[in-house]
């Protein structure tokens, strides 16, 4: 038996060993954690302070991270799910006991969802008060951890100061592998505030395991789409997440497959292409064209409600699936199921298949664009068309745009032209509101050289208005674009469509401009006229802003029904 891997082990230096031996004093459990998130390379830590976290916050003084602090706990969430997906790092979320903890529950299905790595360190009551006794503390849950073990990949309780870095380190490891995801660890108060002699914690790995294709089924995978009539890929956020838009886009030329995106794969295959069906994918004539494929390749998606046309998407082909998240193998439909992280599975795909020439695909794919063109023109939302254009236009090709779940959001999923991977972003996943300026806010912390755009309606808007607090006190290059329509625009198309009228969808509103300008975030209010240049002129000037545009929208027609 080989011992080889040992040498692998860190080792320290002479002034490592003396410091060792020789911990500062003063330190806490709070300063374990702190220790442990820079060991393992994070720069940046979003979330809220609270009575039992206290801490955790106070060693953070002590630390050199850059702490990001949000108004409310689900934004926090938010911005650290958009933070883990434009870096590809992991996003430690800092939150304390009971309701701080349990408001940030719909941020983190939305991280599960997308697969976001997210790390939130929560702390808890006294360890005297684990184990579902009724003592009566502030904050008292019966089993806090139960609340998130459905929704995160990974839980992890803590009892004593000496187990703070190894769970840190098992989380962080949850977190980056395939499928990325969000993980929840709980300190009690007790053991952030005791003084600990614990050694200053120095090297720390927490190396992911990477998930590869097992080869037998690259094999039979390579031979079905080398052998294909007519070949076709459905593209996913997998493909964003594993930053495999290259090996993407060579094994589409390779094998001339045209190739869609699902909303969360948008920008992993370049829009203009011959071989890009965009993403398209709530038209009939896409899911037609998609059906008709011998044999489909999807990667990192797992088809399903918005990726199949609302399940209506039936292939009568060999599908290939190829999924990091082992329970979403075909979840859906029959498939050669793939288990494995997207890159390194492409990676294999790209070697093993012949080269197939199919002058043919192109204009097939431009056949199939040029009917869902015709069929949205006929329905005359020149408004809607024109905003989608205007918003394109004025946003820098490599600035992230995060999406509320709005109207226009709903548009940009088909319709918008997300020019490099990874730089468009909504809450699809979970579905929830307030997604978009509190992402926004997560991803400007995450790179301040480029402006970031957020898109809200009104409804979502009102979920994120205190986060124009935290805009301003970090200056983050945010320019929230809030189309106002009165009211839950799509709740109001979905009930008046399905009832004949709308109910609990209109609200009262503020004066969005005087509410930004009362924080100290210049604002403006917009036309569909004048847009593209008052949205060009906040994303280049310097800090937060705020563009107003009343419009009332509509939707596409429906296909599916």
Excluded: C
């Amino acid at each position: 038996m080989s011992h080889d891997h040992h040498d692998e082990r860190p080792r320290l230096t002479p002034e490592q060993i003396a410091d060792a031996l020789n911990p500062p004093a003063g330190r806490n459990g709070g300063d374990l954690v702190v220790e442990t998130l820079q060991g393992l390379g994070a720069t940046t830590v979003f979330g809220l302070p609270g009575q039992h976290a206290l801490g955790m916050f106070d060693a953070l003084r002590r630390s050199s991270l850059t702490y990001i602090g949000l108004r409310v706990e689900n934004n926090a969430g938010f911005a650290a799910d958009a933070y883990g997906r434009i870096t590809g790092e992991v996003a430690p979320l800092l939150l304390s006991t009971g309701p701080g903890a349990l408001t940030s529950l719909a941020a983190l299905q939305e991280a599960a969802a997308a697969s976001a790595p997210v790390l939130a360190i929560s702390s808890q009551i006294p360890t005297a008060g684990l184990g579902g006794g009724r003592h009566g503390y502030l904050h008292e849950l019966r089993d806090q951890k139960a609340s998130f073990r459905d929704v995160v990949k990974s839980v992890h309780t803590v009892r004593t100061a000496s187990q703070i870095p190894s769970a840190i380190a098992a989380a962080w490891e949850s977190a980056l592998t395939a499928p990325h995801g969000p993980v929840w660890i709980e300190i009690p108060q007790d053991v952030l505030l005791a003084e600990t002699t614990v050694p200053v914690v120095s090297a720390m790995d927490a190396t992911p395991r990477e998930l590869y294709a097992r080869p037998e089924l690259t094999a039979v995978a390579a031979d079905l789409l080398s052998k294909a009539e007519r070949p076709a890929i459905i593209a996913g956020g997998g493909v964003v997440r594993s930053d495999a838009s290259g090996k993407l886009l060579a094994l589409a030329e390779k094998l001339d497959a045209p190739v869609v995106t699902t909303f969360g794969g948008k920008g992993a295959f370049p829009w203009e292409h011959p071989l890009s069906l965009q993403s398209w994918l709530e038209d009939r004539y896409t899911t037609d064209f998609l059906e008709s494929a011998d044999v489909l390749l999807v990667i990192g998606s797992g088809l399903g409600e918005l990726s199949s046309n609302y399940h209506t998407f039936a292939p009568r082909g060999r599908v290939i699936q190829i999924e990091a998240d082992a329970g979403k193998l075909e979840s859906n439909h029959p498939a050669l199921g793939i288990h494995a992280d997207a890159r390194e599975a492409l990676a294999d795909l790209l070697e093993a298949v012949d080269r197939r020439e199919d002058p043919s695909a192109p204009e097939r794919v431009r056949t199939v664009l040029e009917a869902v063109r015709e069929r949205i023109a006929a329905q005359e939302l020149t408004l809607e068309q024109r905003l989608i254009a205007s918003v394109r236009e004025a946003l820098p090709d490599a600035s992230p745009s995060f999406w509320d779940m709005t109207i226009l959001a709903y548009w940009a999923w088909s319709a918008f032209d997300a020019r490099h991977p990874n730089t468009m972003h909504s809450a699809q996943g979970a579905g929830g509101l307030g997604y978009g300026f509190p992402a926004a806010l997560g991803a400007a912390a995450a790179d301040r050289t480029r402006p970031v755009l957020a898109v809200s309606g009104d409804g979502g808007a009102m979920y994120s208005i205190a986060e124009l607090a935290t805009a301003r006190q970090y200056d983050l290059p945010v320019t929230w674009l809030i189309v106002d329509d009165g009211g839950y625009g799509i709740l109001r198309e979905y009930m008046t469509g399905a009832f004949g009228e709308a109910t609990a969808t209109e609200l009262t509103r503020p004066d969005f401009v005087a509410l930004a300008e009362s924080f100290g975030v210049p604002a403006i209010r917009t036309t569909p006229e004048s847009l593209t240049a008052d949205l060009a002129a906040s994303l280049a000037a310097p800090g937060a802003s705020v563009v107003v545009l009343p419009a009332l929208l509509r939707m596409f027609e429906p296909t599916h029904l």
